[in-house]
């Protein structure tokens, strides 16, 4: 009964969390150690966060793994970067298909390099009809380029005289944004102290709960990931209303 009691009470998790992974060069730099040893560990962190998030009935997991700005670093980190993540495709694929997890990549994916991209087609393909959580990785991903590209193809649409100008909604804009289908995330989380959004889900972030966190994402713990969910909790969502 009282285990009952306790469950009713418990509030359900964010139907989505979004995360800005930062710190791994931080995180690598305090040890003597160099950055790519810090995207290494990251990418376990990342192994780690989708298996938790599953765990605690977390239904989305967006995660901005390289923004359309992070092309400004040394071409031998880019490289890393890109190295690491077809590591991890190539490595986790099999694991994410058997958790029942639903890839979805988001951003620019044509300036990748083309197994890269043979690799992103193949996860979304291979977990298209997956019903578990959905993991969609932000990969050479701007927020503004993706509002440009919706206000782009809504203008075609418009000069072709498929659309009033004058229907164009909320709905109509989100509709043509790469998170198509998806909620909005709930909460973000981002690691490292730093508190800005680096252009990450600029659209869809309008009305999601910021958690800022100290810890860098290395050191990322099902804990810290908790407290981030208690903390959203406790906050009062009123989207312009009157507080209740
Ligand atoms: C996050 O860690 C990983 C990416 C941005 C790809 P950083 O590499 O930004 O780590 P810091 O911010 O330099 O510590
Ligand atoms: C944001 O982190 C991008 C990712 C986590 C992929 P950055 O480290 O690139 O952001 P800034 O430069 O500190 O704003
Ligand atoms: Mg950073």
């Known amino acids: 009964m009282e285990a009952a009691a306790a469950f009713a009470s418990k509030p359900s998790p964010p139907l989505h969390v979004a995360i800005i992974m930062d710190g791994n060069g931080r995180w ?9 040893v810090g995207h290494q560990q990251g990418a376990e962190a990342v ?17 901005y793994a390289f923004s359309s700005e992070n092309w400004k ?11 690491l993540m077809r590591l991890y495709l190539r490595r986790e694929l099999d694991e994410l298909v058997d ?14 390099p083309d197994d890269i991209i043979a690799l992103v087609n193949q996860a979304e393909q291979r977990t298209r009809t997956s019903s ?29 005289g498929l659309l009033d100008p004058g229907d164009i909604d909320e709905k109509t804009f989100a509709d043509r944004l ?23 889900l600029l659209w869809q972030l309008a009305y999601t709960e910021l ?8 050191d990322f713990t099902k804990q810290h990931l908790e407290d981030a969910i208690n903390e959203f909790h406790r906050r009062e969502r009123r989207y312009g209303a009157s507080s209740g």
């Open 73 to 83: 670093r040394p071409p031998t980190e880019v490289d890393d970067l890109m190295g």
């Open 132 to 160: 578990g959580l959905t993991l969609t990785v932000a990969l050479n991903y701007g927020g503004r380029r993706e509002i440009v590209e919706a206000a782009q193809h809504l203008a075609r649409d418009a000069a072709a």
């Open 211 to 218: 958690v800022f966190i100290p810890a860098m994402w290395p």
């Open 99 to 112: 958790a029942g997890v639903r890839m979805r990549f988001i951003g620019d994916r044509h300036r990748l």
């Open 178 to 200: 790469a998170t198509n289908g998806l909620p909005e995330p709930d909460l973000l989380i981002r690691t490292s102290g730093e508190q800005r959004i680096s252009n990450f």
């Open 47 to 63: 192994r780690r966060t989708v298996k938790h998030c599953r765990e605690l009935g977390v239904s989305y997991l967006t995660i």
């Open 28 to 36: 690598a730099k305090a040890r003597g150690l160099r950055r790519i």
